[in-house]
């Protein structure tokens, strides 16, 4: 008889997150969700709450948990909801959770997937930025304490299905020469670049192919996402900087391949929906029923593809360097292109800033070592502090 999965969904009110119980509520036999987190969607939680009936719900801002209480406590369902950031490394942890989806978007992620890492749980790794921020530690903590690592981001989870069974890091051994990295390019992968200076959040966010959250679809038309991705895949297949090409792909069906020194190039294709990731984590090693629309190739049509344009995208060099750099570096760009984003996001500086704030924080705040998380959140602490000096001056 099948055990049933224990959940914890870090993020639950996210894209990645709805998409996890779209997945999860077409497998009551497989799943049980044990908690849900969110910052303060607190109405989107409360419709979650209704309907899976988690033990724990935790938000962040206090009085988006105190409106929670209030609604569940009058509902009468037997949900606890809690409040802060160690309720989140709590319910990232609890004895009985097998599996965390790790959906937190940016920073604000690191540390529940860190206790979900140090308890060895199964990780459903959405939350880039740990594996930018702290790649090498938090592998270190995966590992010491034998914890499952599966990525959801399309990109490497088609890395993922493309790398032989049982990769045990080790690209050469297994007879890989690359990781090929697709990319969209994003809306503004042909807009004329004197125009860009005039792109609005609402122009930024209307991606082509995928629907994501703000934060990310910004990063998508930066090509900064790629960028983080790049250091991800160096930290998940301990691939190299110059093993790792970003290819652009306008059609986002083939979400990734893996070329071999044979000449052989493997390639998982499906319609970009994030449910397919989600489901191949969550029920690997089987494979499940997710409702995504089956790949029509002749509707298809063509694949085409492109090299990437630095001149065009600098995010992506910045990325490329802060991997090259090491240390801080990575932390650093994180951190300035979240105060980037947000800014733009609210009309505080244009788009072009973005790369150019991103670049001066490097530059201002340098690179260090590494040893602990309490490195890390200080790399954070420096670069967002200088990041906001840089756009007080812009101002």
Known sequence: MRSVRNLTIL????????????????????????????????????????????????????????????????????????????????????????????????????????????????????????????????????????????????????????????????????????ILLTASGGPFRQTPLSLLEEVTPGQACAHPNWVMGRKISVDSATMMNKGLEVIEAHWLFEAGPEQIQVVVHPQSIIHSMVEYVDGSVLAQLGNPDMRTPIAHALGFPERIETGVTPLDMFKVGRLDFEAPDFKRFPCLRLAYQALETGGSAPAVLNAANEVAVESFLDCSMPFTAIPAMIEEVMHTVGHGDMTTLDDVLAADRLAREAAHEWLACLA
């Open 11 to 178: 993020g639950s009110t996210g894209s990645i997150g709805e998409n996890t119980l779209d997945v999860v509520a077409r497998h009551p036999d497989r799943f049980r969700v044990v908690a849900l987190t969110a910052n303060k969607g607190a109405p989107k939680m409360l419709e979650q709450c209704l309907r899976f009936q988690p033990r724990y719900a935790v938000l962040l801002d206090e009085a988006s948990a105190g409106w929670l209480q209030a609604e569940i406590r009058a509902a009468g369902i037997p949900t606890e909801v809690l409040c802060g950031v160690e309720s989140l490394e709590k319910v990232a942890s609890l004895p009985d959770v097998d599996t965390v989806m790790a959906a937190i978007v940016g920073a604000a992620g690191i540390r529940p997937t860190f206790a979900a890492a140090s308890s060895g749980k199964q990780i459903l790794l959405a939350n880039k930025e740990t594996m930018v921020m702290a790649g090498r530690i938090f592998m270190d903590v995966v590992k010491e304490n034998k914890a499952t690592l599966l990525p959801i981001d399309s990109e490497h989870n088609a890395i993922f299905q493309s790398l032989p069974h049982g990769f045990a890091g080790d690209l050469k051994a297994v007879g890989v020469r690359r």
